[in-house]
């Protein structure tokens, strides 16, 4: 490889790079499925008296992964269209509500729980796809 060739490949990976991390910086915007800015026990109150289940993410300002996950899943019309009125959703930020992540035992974020009557009924680690987020609705309500 003569040297303009692999100077003009380091660049355009460099350039790359830098495009990522700008474009996966800060805090993401709060997904529309999240807009009442319920807390976590509101969340799991109005759950009980809509006979829904409660949808809780357990996320962090300073949790890259969490900030995908809001950018991506939880902002996709799709998911949005299926679940705005199929639960109640809150998201938890685990250095404001600690809290909430203890009553969670919230190990990793982003996390992800269905809680059906005050009962964790399902849970999932990590950015989750929209079919897996689905899924995860969608699971039987068994306690956990």
Known sequence: MNGKVLTAIVLALAVTMIAIRLLNSGAAPTPELFKAGLTFNAAVEQARAQSKPALIVATASWCGPCQVYKRSTLADADVLSQLKDRVVPALVDVDADPDAARLLKVYSI??????????????????????????LVSAPASPR
């Open 110 to 135: 982003p996390a992800t729980y269905l809680i059906v009557n005050g009962e964790i009924t399902a849970k999932a680690e990590g950015v989750l796809s929209e079919s897996q987020l689905l899924a």
